[in-house]
């Protein structure tokens, strides 16, 4: 087969990332100004390239973010695999190092190995990475898309991508993200590699 390439990005900025809210699946928040401008920087960087398909999580968030390409009639997918990580009970509530030792708690186990650790009601990376299988084995066995955009969440991101690059999990933070970045991946048919990484260039002010 050719070379699949996949645009993955992160949606674009909303309210609760400003204030430190934790949003997580649970949590279906919109784009701010600021997530529209960026949606629409990345939109203008990327609206030649002949994408197949567009992929979302089924949060707006993700939606909104790549709402331009839809407006062409792209053919898009929701899929829940791409949601985000649920925080459990820490959903909505603003997360300080100070204030939540339970949390970076959490955090700290995961980078120490234990990645079924989670937060009471929530998830931990191994129910995310689970949850993710099927949507790899569904973008693996098209290989008529050959150019595909796909949105989803910071969290959920770096599973993803331990995934498909045979990382533990414990290593995640390795794949750092923010609003709107980019990761462009490529995939022959067995071996996937990340070409851009946390790519931003596409959000920096015109001059």
């Known amino acids: 087969m050719s070379v699949k390439k996949i645009y993955l ?47 979302t999580s089924t ?12 407006d062409l009639g792209l053919p898009h997918e929701q899929h829940a695999g791409l949601n985000e990580i649920s925080w459990g009970v820490r959903e909505g509530t603003r997360i300080t190092p100070e204030e939540d030792e339970e949390y970076y708690g959490v955090l700290r186990q995961w980078h120490q190995g234990n990645t079924t650790a989670r937060l009471p009601g929530g998830e931990s990376p191994e129910e995310v990475a689970a949850r993710q299988r099927p949507f790899l084995d569904l973008i693996t066995t098209r290989p008529e ?18 995934q498909l690059l045979h990382y533990p999990l414990s290593h995640m933070d390795a794949f750092e993200h923010r609003n709107l970045c980019l990761y462009k991946v490529h995939y022959t048919g067995s071996l996937f590699s990340v070409r851009s990484f946390l790519d931003t260039q596409h959000l920096q002010e015109p001059a």
């Open 9 to 55: 990005i992160r949606h674009g900025q909303t309210d609760f990332n400003v204030a430190g809210i934790v949003q997580g699946s649970g949590v279906d928040s919109s784009l701010n100004e600021a997530g529209h401008r960026q949606a629409a920087r990345f939109f203008a960087a990327y609206r030649h390239l002949p994408f197949d398909k567009v992929y």
């Open 59 to 70: 949060l707006q968030r993700t939606r909104q973010s790549v709402q331009g390409f839809l």
């Open 145 to 162: 898309e050959e150019n595909i955009l796909v949105c989803m969440h910071g969290r959920a991101m770096r599973v993803l991508l331990c």
